[in-house]
DNA sequence: GAAAAACCGACTATGTCGCTCGGATTTAGT
DNA sequence: ACTAAATCCGAGCGACATAGTCGGTTTTTC
């Protein structure tokens, strides 16, 4: 699960689509002109949002986008990962898993970066646009913050 | 929090260290040939970590680095922390806070972002060198797994 | 004095990001 | 039928980070 502004911008976007949902699609240029992003950089995106299934297109004037299914049935992991280069390949994968279990020395971290994506996308998949809009993510710092008190010396984070 | 190969070549790095700590201090041609990166790379990366105060130094021959604090309290954060550039600014905090409360319409994925920063810092921060060098990551697991299944459909992840 | 190591700084190749530009296609309104 | 609004599409570009390389210097042990 790769985490860039790219994935940030098509959120920013996704979720700007869903507050504004009417009867009407909504074009680009409105969402960009709210949202501050170009317009060019805005139809890349939802080129590939489109192939992803995540929003449906309406060509002509007064066309734009509408989001394909319900706002409470998008989640946010599924439009980072529509929007996304694949990860890059890690030493890992690149050996292939043989290489990783044969030689455990080597790659004795494989195991937590394993984890760190589960978790992330657990996260991110555990989060719809319509929670965004509603900003219903109490239960997610609450969790959040357990974690963090897990273990007691939160040494100098910067 | 910021996540690059770096970060990842830090770790892997630090663990290493961490699993031939002896007597004598390691070398950072040694660490380079097992865990296959190239030198001067990681000379730059011990350099960071040295600034940190994650690792202490011995010159001449022989020498070669340690950890400065014990495996199981040297914790992953502060390993990335130390080695990725700050995080890249985004839109909010190039606003301002003040930019990014008075207009709530063009922030509204703000929380989003910021839990899952948190999110990923508290994992990180949860986990040391130890606990990668013992696989240590049973209890992350369960977490992580309970928190995927938070919400039923795991639709198409991919 | 030789050699092993940490240190240091400059340079480079590659790739992604965020974006621009110039179009083409489709379609609603007149 | 014409115009304009919108999606679609591909090429290219400047800036930046990554993952190095290279060539040295300093320190220290033998």
Same mark, same amino acid.
């Given at each position: 699960m790769k985490l860039s502004t790219?994935?940030?911008y098509a959120v920013m976007a996704m979720v700007d689509l869903a507050r504004h949902a009417q009867a009407k699609p909504v074009s680009l240029s409105d969402i960009?002109?709210?949202?501050?992003?170009?317009?060019?950089y805005?139809?890349?995106?939802?080129?590939?949002?489109?192939?992803? &299934?995540?929003?449906k297109?309406?060509? &002509?004037?007064?066309? &734009?986008?509408?989001?394909?299914?319900?706002?409470?049935?998008?989640?946010?992991?599924?439009?980072?990962?529509?929007?996304?280069e694949p990860i890059k390949a890690t030493r890992?994968?690149?050996m292939g898993v043989a290489g990783c279990r044969t030689d455990r020395s080597k790659?004795?971290?494989?195991?937590?970066?394993?984890?760190?994506?589960?978790?992330?996308?657990?996260?991110?998949?555990?989060?719809?646009l319509r929670d965004v809009l509603e900003r219903r993510l109490a239960t997610h710092l609450a969790e959040a913050a357990a974690l963090a008190n897990a273990r007691p010396p939160m040494v100098a984070a910067n």
């Open positions: 790219k994935g940030r960009a002109a709210r949202q501050e992003i170009s317009l060019s805005l139809e890349q995106l939802f080129a590939r949002l489109r192939r992803a &299934g995540l929003v297109s309406v060509r &002509g004037p007064g066309g &734009g986008y509408r989001l394909a299914r319900g706002s409470h049935e998008t989640r946010v992991s599924e439009i980072i990962l529509a929007v996304d890992c994968t690149e790659c004795l971290t494989h195991d937590l970066w394993e984890e760190l994506g589960n978790h992330i996308h657990a996260f991110l998949n555990s989060v719809t």
